[in-house]
Nanobody, 114 residues
Framework: QVRLVESGGGLVQPGGSLRLSCAAS????????MGWYRQAPGNEREYIAG???????YYDDSVKGRFTISRDNAKNTLFLQMNSLKPEDSAVYYC??????WGWGKGTLVTVSS
């Protein structure tokens, strides 16, 4: 069973930065196309960034130019560097395979507020 553990969230002021991390057992993060998703209160979970096994990336227009997805294969960790954060980025952030996600972790809460 795949277990994903997200971390790095917190409270940040508008314009600030955070780096999220996603850890998993084994080499599943490097062996599969992975992505970051987020879910704001009252909204559906949305796919916002992806990283293919060969390094291709995808970003939703809402985060393009501000967020960067990356992976450290040696540490089997997926990252999401988030810069120029906006209040509308506030959400619980999750990592998972894209497409066809596995079971969901608990996520990490990001709150952007002054």
């Amino acid at each position: 069973q795949v277990r994903l553990v997200e971390s790095g969230g917190g409270l940040v002021q508008p314009g600030g930065s955070l780096r999220l991390s996603c850890a998993a057992s084994g080499s599943i993060l490097s062996d599969n196309p992975m992505g970051w998703y987020r879910q704001a209160p009252g909204n559906e979970r949305e796919y916002i960034a992806g990283l293919g096994t060969r390094g291709t990336t995808y970003y939703d227009d809402s985060v393009k130019g501000r967020f960067t997805i990356s992976r450290d294969n040696a540490k089997n960790t997926l990252f999401l560097q988030m810069n120029s954060l906006k209040p509308e980025d506030s959400a619980v952030y999750y990592c998972n395979k894209y497409p066809f996600p596995w079971g969901w972790g608990k996520g990490t809460l990001v709150t952007v507020s002054s």
